[in-house]
């Protein structure tokens, strides 16, 4: 038992078991003007373990918030969720999301909020960590931006997209709002304003055409007229997969299994013929066509992704580095001998392949973690 829980320590510490999902911490007040912190949160499917249960499939996990005031727990609460898919393909699919929120009151402080998911199936679980600030409301308040089908801190649209903010006003005056998208380089690209009459508390949706920016990172402000009150929220704009500098990230991947001229013709190709290009190459490389799943391609994006995040030096992306070329080639060693600290010697590793009787060394010359393979050549 405690080898199993050594080695379940090891594969979290490695990331193997680490659960990725993003969350969107944000604070309103009810009518009693009291403090309640929303949390959304958004975990892509494939990161969660889904059993067969009779013709669906089912997912279990518990999530929970603590609130923690100078080290201290102060506050938080703990549920228990599920998600039931009718189909598999859905289930394994990184575009598609669990979605839902958490609601918790709260009091006027300075707080540390954990947000924990445990996958009920399996043993990943993931944690988000956020510095709070809750006021108290003394005259005239505007929320934090919230924007609708945000996946943490990135958007994925093509068209539009909605944002809100609630508005809190004790006097209930008539008030004169302005709201803005602009850059880091302070370009503004979008603004608009209204007028309302806040009876003590309203919420106020903004429609924004995107259709028109580019991939980039945005800050959308809302702001009273005439006065210092104003609220912010950062967001990555990604366009859909296929128009997006993701798809060319990932047809750059391809390099160890496509020819430069096909790499290049993706490249150069529209939107619409991408999606003929790019289904037809994986077509052409599915072991089983009859069904959905592409076992190839789940495995080759699944080596690349693992290569991106363990794999990874101060110069360059895991799946270009040395050892992540020999992991996407050959998958996971049999075995891996490490030497960090030896006296008279750099830092190496060897990779052991025994059923493809291969051997392969690696040494981080500099000390920086960016091993390069010397042996054997030219790989």
């Given at each position: 038992?405690?080898?199993?829980?050594?080695?379940?320590?090891?594969?979290?510490?490695?990331?193997?078991?680490?659960?990725?999902?993003?969350?969107?911490?944000?604070?309103?007040?009810?009518?009693?003007?009291?403090?309640?912190?929303?949390?959304?949160?958004?975990?892509?499917?494939?990161?969660?373990?889904?059993?067969?249960?009779?013709?669906?499939?089912?997912?279990?996990?518990?999530?929970?918030?603590?609130?923690?005031?100078?080290?201290?727990?102060?506050?938080?609460?703990?549920?228990?969720?599920?998600?039931?898919?009718?189909?598999?393909?859905?289930?394994?699919?990184?575009?598609?999301?669990?979605?839902?929120?958490?609601?918790?009151?709260?009091?006027?402080?300075?707080?540390?909020?954990?947000?924990?998911?445990?996958?009920?199936?399996?043993?990943?679980?993931?944690?988000?960590?956020?510095?709070?600030?809750?006021?108290?409301?003394?005259?005239?308040?505007?929320?934090?931006?919230?924007?609708?089908?945000?996946?943490?801190?990135?958007?994925?649209?093509?068209?539009?997209?909605?944002?809100?903010?609630?508005?809190?006003?004790?006097?209930?005056?008539?008030?004169?709002?302005?709201?803005?998208?602009?850059?880091?380089?302070?370009?503004?690209f979008i603004k608009g304003d209204t007028t309302l009459t806040i009876n003590l508390h309203r919420t106020l949706n903004v429609i924004l055409p995107v259709k028109h920016l580019i991939e980039d990172e945005y800050i959308l402000t809302f702001q009273k007229l005439g006065e210092?009150?104003?609220?912010?929220?950062?967001?990555?704009?990604?366009?859909?997969?296929?128009?997006?500098?993701?798809?060319?990230?990932?047809?750059?991947?391809?390099?160890?299994?496509?020819?430069?001229?096909?790499?290049?013709?993706?490249?150069?190709?529209?939107?619409?013929?991408?999606?003929?290009?790019?289904?037809?190459?994986?077509?052409?490389?599915?072991?089983?066509?009859?069904?959905?799943?592409?076992?190839?391609?789940?495995?080759?994006?699944?080596?690349?992704?693992?290569?991106?995040?363990?794999?990874?030096?101060?110069?360059?992306?895991?799946?270009?580095?040395?050892?992540?070329?020999?992991?996407?080639?050959?998958?996971?060693?049999?075995?891996?001998?490490?030497?960090?600290?030896?006296?008279?010697?750099?830092?190496?590793?060897?990779?052991?392949?025994?059923?493809?009787?291969?051997?392969?060394?690696?040494?981080?010359?500099?000390?920086?973690?960016?091993?390069?393979?010397?042996?054997?050549?030219?790989?």
């Amino acid at each position: 038992m405690f080898n199993l829980l050594v080695m379940m320590y090891i594969l979290w510490i490695l990331g193997i078991y680490y659960m990725n999902f993003k969350a969107d911490f944000n604070i309103y007040y009810d009518d009693n003007f009291l403090p309640h912190i929303k949390v959304k949160y958004s975990i892509p499917l494939n990161q969660i373990n889904f059993i067969k249960m009779g013709g669906k499939y089912e997912a279990k996990y518990r999530i929970s918030i603590i609130l923690s005031e100078r080290g201290k727990q102060i506050g938080g609460d703990e549920w228990e969720r599920a998600y039931i898919s009718d189909n598999y393909l859905h289930t394994v699919d990184s575009k598609n999301f669990i979605k839902d929120s958490i609601d918790i009151p709260t009091k006027y402080g300075r707080y540390t909020a954990y947000l924990k998911i445990w996958d009920k199936n399996s043993q990943r679980y993931g944690e988000i960590k956020k510095a709070l600030n809750v006021d108290s409301i003394k005259g005239f308040y505007i929320s934090n931006p919230g924007i609708k089908n945000a996946y943490g801190d990135t958007v994925y649209s093509d068209t539009f997209i909605t944002a809100s903010v609630n508005i809190y006003d004790k006097s209930s005056r008539i008030s004169h709002i302005k709201w803005q998208l602009s850059n880091g380089d302070k370009k503004i690209f979008i603004k608009g304003d209204t007028t309302l009459t806040i009876n003590l508390h309203r919420t106020l949706n903004v429609i924004l055409p995107v259709k028109h920016l580019i991939e980039d990172e945005y800050i959308l402000t809302f702001q009273k007229l005439g006065e210092d009150v104003k609220s912010q929220s950062k967001f990555y704009l990604e366009r859909p997969f296929f128009e997006s500098k993701r798809f060319l990230e990932r047809i750059n991947e391809l390099t160890y299994i496509a020819s430069q001229a096909v790499i290049d013709s993706l490249k150069r190709a529209s939107p619409e013929t991408r999606i003929k290009l790019w289904k037809s190459f994986w077509k052409e490389k599915d072991p089983t066509p009859s069904t959905e799943k592409n076992e190839v391609k789940d495995e080759y994006f699944g080596r690349i992704d693992y290569a991106n995040t363990h794999f990874k030096s101060p110069f360059l992306p895991g799946w270009k580095t040395d050892m992540g070329k020999i992991y996407i080639k050959f998958g996971p060693p049999d075995e891996i001998e490490k030497h960090p600290f030896e006296l008279n010697s750099k830092p190496y590793e060897i990779w052991y392949y025994y059923k493809k009787g291969m051997k392969f060394i690696f040494v981080d010359n500099y000390n920086l973690g960016h091993y390069t393979l010397v042996y054997p050549r030219g790989f």
